[in-house]
């Protein structure tokens, strides 16, 4: 059986309690800025640059707590950091990649930001990403991590 491909990303929480979630563009679905990791870069390399490129956002890698790898689903991984971010207008985020969607043009992975609350993820992301994020992880317990981690 093939090895599971890795996804890295990173929970961008604020002081109250929320988590920044972008919208996949053409979908329904928000999901934490995340992708795959390239040839030659580590999990937390990967994290810094799809977090950089999905939101426009940029963490230093002293800033990152690492939450581990997590199974994501079958024959994908997440490795995940949490970083505690200022609480920006996410109208500021922008996202600097691209895919064709089906009639051809291009369009940005990511069209739309939100701060959210912890308890409202469930409403927006889907099921995979709702259960990493409420049942394998709790983000209180990630945002207690990053106050101590400061």
């Known amino acids: 059986m093939a090895a599971p491909v890795l996804s890295c990303g990173i929970l961008v929480l604020d002081d109250r309690d929320e988590l920044l979630l972008c919208h996949a563009t053409g979908t329904s679905r928000w999901d934490i800025p995340k992708g795959r990791r390239e040839p030659g870069e580590s999990e937390i390399e990967a994290a810094i640059r799809e977090t950089s490129e999905e939101s426009g956002l940029r963490f230093a890698p002293h800033l990152l707590l ?3 790898r997590f199974r994501y689903r079958p024959g994908k991984d997440l490795h995940l950091f949490a970083a505690r971010g200022e609480r920006i207008d996410p109208a500021r ?5 691209h895919f064709r969607d089906a009639r051809g043009r291009l369009v940005p992975e990511m069209d739309g930001y939100a701060w959210v609350a912890f308890d409202e993820v469930p409403q927006r992301c889907a ?11 709790s983000l209180y317990e990630v945002s207690g991590r990053l106050r101590e981690h400061r």
């Open 66 to 68: 690492d939450l581990g």
């Open 93 to 97: 985020c922008s996202c600097s990649t």
């Open 127 to 137: 099921k995979n990403m709702t259960t990493l994020l409420t049942r394998t992880l």
